[in-house]
């Protein structure tokens, strides 16, 4: 069973920034892909940015290219793993509920592939920006 714990959301003003962190504890196989999505009020979730644990490599929505950057610790741990998402030059439309996702049995992201690759997810995390 793999747990993930969000934290770091909140209300910023546009043009400000967060750091957003996932921690996933429990076992998980080797390199693992670890997610974030939104979704805000009325729309369709969307992912927003992934990195594959086990090389670093990134994926971004193309509406926060430039503006979001994901890290990583413990890429190596089988049994931890955090992941950040730094958001600077935010805007209204990043306002959200932000979930972390994780796929516990390793393999690289399928990005464009929508959310179905991953398992376990988060609880979610507001993030308000306002105008």
């Known amino acids: 069973q793999v747990q993930l714990v969000e934290s770091g959301g909140g209300s910023v003003q546009a043009g400000g920034s967060l750091r957003l962190s996932c921690v996933a504890s429990?076992?998980?196989?080797?390199?693992?892909?670890m997610g974030w999505f939104r979704q805000a009020p009325g729309k369709e979730r969307e992912a927003v940015a992934a990195i594959y644990t086990g090389s670093g490599t990134t994926y971004y929505a193309d509406s926060v290219k430039g503006r979001f950057t994901l890290s990583q610790d413990d890429a190596n741990s089988s049994v931890k793993k955090t992941m950040y998402l730094q958001m600077n030059g935010l805007k209204p439309e990043d306002t959200a509920m932000y979930y972390c996702a994780i796929d516990p049995y390793g393999g690289a992201c399928l990005w464009g592939r929508g959310s179905t690759q991953f398992e376990y997810w988060g609880q979610g995390i507001l993030v308000t920006v306002s105008s």
């Open positions: 429990g076992y998980t196989y080797g390199g693992n892909c």
